[in-house]
């Protein structure tokens, strides 16, 4: 089992809709938690970090569940720019990657 | 800063070759690592060093070697290049070995084909 799981997608949704991922992890030593956006051919890059209270950056909320080990990523009112890989990162000491969920934004 | 950089940005090895990816950081941070980049497979980590001098596998270890002789610099070695480590490789640093917030930063890239 990957310690970082995540849906692969792809999610292809209009422009303005509202779009949730999650991502499960097995480890329960876990210590932090973070969303990572890649686009295409490019390096990740920071888009949030999780906090166990949830915590909200402009369209986007994240979530985290200690008990059941998961944690979610709402994107609201999406936009053509939203379109990318999102990546689940759970850290004890080092990171590690889900495989990434796939968002397609359509006009 | 220039941050994270890599090099080469492309390379094409043959089967056998030998070679060395750079990785550099100026930001004096104690976290760096090596992820591997497959169609499908997400990020795997290769190994990753918690200071100078201490090193550690990852997820995908063999046929790589690293070493940490300084802050700053953290290169992976291709030992004998096979056509399964085609591949676009990261190298990322972050502040702080212990855990913690801190976000990684990740370096451009190295885009590897093996023949």
């Known amino acids: 089992r990957k310690e970082v799981e995540q849906d692969p997608g792809p999610f292809n949704v209009p422009e303005g809709a509202t779009v949730a991922f999650n991502c499960t992890y097995s480890?329960?030593?876990?210590?932090?938690f973070f969303w990572y956006r890649q686009d295409c051919r490019k390096e990740p890059k920071l888009l949030m970090s999780?906090?166990?209270s949830g915590n909200e950056d402009g369209r986007f909320t994240a979530q985290l569940n200690r008990a059941s080990q998961y944690i979610s990523l709402l994107i609201r009112d999406s936009k053509l720019s939203d379109s990318a890989t999102y990546l689940c990162?759970?850290?004890?000491?080092?990171?590690?990657f889900g495989t990434g969920t796939r968002l397609k934004v359509l006009a | 800063n220039a941050g994270v950089t890599q090099t080469p940005k492309f390379q094409v090895l043959k089967t056998g070759q030998s070679m060395t990816l750079q990785c550099a950081q100026d930001?004096?941070?104690?976290?760096m690592s090596w992820y591997r980049q497959d169609p499908g497979m997400g990020l795997r980590l290769i190994h990753y060093?918690?200071?100078?001098?201490?090193?550690d596998q990852g997820e995908v270890p063999n046929g790589y070697n690293v070493s940490r002789s300084t802050t700053e610099d953290f290169p992976l070695r291709l030992l004998s290049a096979a056509p399964s480590q085609t591949s676009v490789y990261f190298c990322?640093?972050?502040?702080?070995?212990?855990?913690?917030?801190?976000?990684?930063?990740f370096g451009p890239g190295t885009r590897l084909l093996v023949l």
């Open positions: 999780v906090y166990s």
């Open positions: 990322a640093s972050s502040y702080s070995a212990t855990g913690g917030r801190e976000t990684q930063y």
């Open positions: 930001m004096n941070h104690e976290y």
């Open positions: 480890n329960s030593a876990s210590q932090s």
């Open positions: 990162v759970v850290r004890t000491y080092k990171y590690i």
């Open positions: 060093s918690v200071g100078a001098g201490i090193t």
